[in-house]
């Protein structure tokens, strides 16, 4: 069973451009989660999907926003960056119902903001 | 305001030793809690978890302990391994919510 694969894995942008992050969850999972962390703040909650809707949202601001695609696949992009949004952004699918908290991660995609 | 805490930021154990890695938190309506590890370069890989129910959780080498009351939780590996050398973190969330919010971590080192 292929785990969550997070795309591209690496990459490098300037501040004011904008950015997409790919998550491809595992089949049968349709809710897809972020996080972001830093070495500064941990691993804090972004956003989360279920059925291509945003079913929760964390404490940031409106630059960075998400979507759930109907094969479960979900995207998420951070708009004018700033050097602080420099973080390893992580993505992780569950099942719902019982055993919904535990989260399977993917290897995250490390972005660096110059 | 750190709802999750993990306030021993590195631990150190010689192989075959118990290592005991301990998380608080101050938010009553959490009611799951997990522990994750993680290597360099990977996610965080699910290890085991424990719901407000119950106070303690087994799975093979590692336990999972809960005190309500203290609002504690502990990992106990036991025996350690020098591949058990990671990232722990604990993680908290209300009821069957995705929403995790995570302590900021342990590195454990086990020394062969």
């Known amino acids: 069973k292929a785990g969550v694969t997070q795309t591209p894995r690496y990459l490098i942008k300037t501040r004011g451009q904008q950015v997409t992050l790919s998550c491809s969850p595992i089949?049968?999972?349709?809710?897809v989660s972020w996080y972001q962390q830093t070495p500064g703040q941990g691993l804090q909650f972004l956003f989360e999907?279920?059925?291509?809707?945003?079913?929760n949202k964390g404490n940031f601001p409106g630059r960075f926003s998400g979507r759930q695609f109907s094969n479960s696949r979900s995207e998420m992009n951070v708009s004018t960056l700033e050097l602080g949004d420099s973080a390893l952004y992580l993505c992780?699918?569950?099942?719902?119902?019982?055993?919904?908290?535990?989260?399977?991660f993917g290897a995250g995609s490390r972005l660096t903001v110059l | 305001d750190q709802q999750v805490k993990q306030n021993s930021p590195s631990l150190s154990v010689q192989e075959g030793r118990i290592s005991i890695l301990n998380c608080d938190y101050t938010?009553?309506?959490?009611?799951?809690f997990l522990w994750y590890k993680k290597y360099p370069a990977e996610g965080p890989t699910f290890l085991i978890s424990?719901?407000?129910?119950?106070d303690k959780n087994e799975d093979g080498r590692f336990t999972v302990f809960l005190n309500k009351s203290a609002k504690h939780l502990s990992l106990h590996i036991v025996p350690s391994q020098p591949g058990d050398s990671a990232v722990y973190f604990c993680?908290?969330?209300?009821?069957?919510?995705?929403?995790?919010?995570f302590g900021s971590g342990t590195q454990l080192t086990v020394l062969p």
């Open positions: 999907y279920f059925s291509e809707t945003q079913r």
């Open positions: 938010n009553s309506m959490f009611d799951y």
């Open positions: 424990i719901s407000s129910i119950k």
């Open positions: 993680a908290a969330s209300k009821s069957s919510a995705r929403q995790l919010t």
């Open positions: 089949s049968g999972h349709r809710s």
């Open positions: 992780a699918s569950s099942l719902d119902g019982i055993g919904a908290n535990v989260l399977t």
